[in-house]
């Protein structure tokens, strides 16, 4: 079955521009979790989604924001861009509560701010 | 968020030899302790995963040995691969996954 996709792979931003990110989970699965990956941070939970409800939410500011749709597809949304924000970003998605089962990571979308 | 911390950063081992990469954690509310593997361009993939009730889980060639009373668990990559050149994050979960830094291990031929 296919896996999850994420879209676009990549982008180019300038500050205070805004940006969203799609993220389409395997299917069945409806825990969405989405991941910020930066060289010095390493992999950072930014939040996490299922059945449409923000479950949990890492240490980020309020511009980082998301959503889950009826068909689990999820989006992720940067407001007010700052050069910090560039970083990878990965969308994973399990089949339940995203702790406890395993969580199967997209490719990731890479965001440059210039 | 309470920390992982992960060790060493960077690893360097012989083809055929034994990879090892410690981490280290604060909550004692994680249940679940999955190592993922990534490699360039790629997202992480779960390798193995162990919980706390138990000491060790072995698959294949790669070993998790798990220490409650120390909070500490480890990786071991035995016959380590020149495939096996990648990076690995360990990590804990409780209401959410916490993961290390991340070790980048390179296996010479």
């Known amino acids: 079955k296919a896996g999850v996709t994420q879209t676009p792979r990549y982008l180019i931003k300038t500050r205070g521009q805004q940006v969203t990110l799609s993220c389409s989970p395997i299917?069945?699965?409806?825990?969405v979790s989405w991941y910020q990956q930066t060289p010095g941070q390493g992999l950072q939970f930014l939040f996490e989604y299922f059945s449409e409800t923000q479950r949990n939410k890492g240490n980020f500011p309020g511009r980082f924001s998301g959503r889950q749709f009826s068909n689990s597809r999820s989006e992720m949304n940067v407001s007010t861009l700052e050069l910090g924000d560039s970083a990878l970003y990965l969308c994973?998605?399990?089949?339940?509560?995203?702790?406890?089962?395993?969580?199967?990571f997209g490719p990731g979308t890479r965001l440059t701010v210039l | 968020q309470q920390q992982v911390k992960q060790s060493p950063q960077s690893l360097i081992v012989q083809k055929g030899g034994i990879s090892i990469i410690n981490c280290a954690y604060e909550?004692?509310?994680?249940?679940?302790f999955p190592w993922y593997q990534q490699f360039p361009g790629k997202g992480p993939a779960l390798l193995i995963a162990?919980?706390?009730?138990?000491s060790e889980k072995k698959e294949g060639r790669f070993t998790i040995s798990f220490n409650k009373s120390a909070k500490q668990f480890s990786l071991h990559i035995m016959d380590s691969q020149p495939g096996d050149s990648a990076t690995y994050f360990c990590a804990g979960a409780g209401t959410a996954l916490i993961f290390g830094k991340g070790t980048t291990l390179s296996v010479s031929s």
């Open positions: 994973a998605s399990s089949l339940d509560r995203a702790s406890y089962n395993e969580q199967f």
């Open positions: 299917s069945g699965h409806r825990s």
């Open positions: 162990i919980r706390p009730d138990v």
């Open positions: 909550n004692t509310a994680f249940d679940y």
